[in-house]
Nanobody, 125 residues
């Protein structure tokens, strides 16, 4: 059983930084695709970033390119999302997700089989 536990959310001023962590357990992740999604109040869940664990290939939605960085740490099975130059529009609950399907359709919510409980990020103006 795969478990994903997010942490690192909080309140930050615009222009600040946060690093989110996703601790993964229950299965080897070397063949997985891991991703971060976010959901703002009243909006649908949207893709933020993804990483193919074995190759380290990364993919980002346009709105976070150059500001956010997704990475993974093999020794601890942890995925990170470093968020810099945060904007009020980045305010949302951020979710970690995983799939073993080998998909290249990173942005689709249904591509992912496992989800964490979410961590809230609030960016004040």
């Amino acid at each position: 059983q795969v478990q994903l536990v997010e942490s690192g959310g909080g309140l930050v001023q615009a222009g600040g930084s946060l690093r989110l962590s996703c601790a993964a357990s229950g299965r080897t992740f070397s063949r997985s695709v891991m991703a971060w999604f976010r959901q703002a109040p009243g909006k649908e869940r949207e893709f933020v970033a993804a990483i193919r664990w074995s190759a380290g290939f990364t993919y980002y939605t346009d709105s976070v390119k150059g500001r956010f960085t997704i990475s993974r740490e093999n020794a601890t099975n942890t995925v990170y999302l470093q968020m810099n130059s945060l904007k009020p529009e980045d305010t949302a609950v951020y979710y970690c997700a995983a799939t073993y399907s080998g998909t290249y359709n990173y942005i689709r919510v249904r591509s992912y089989d496992y989800w964490g409980q979410g961590t809230r990020v609030t960016v004040s103006s």
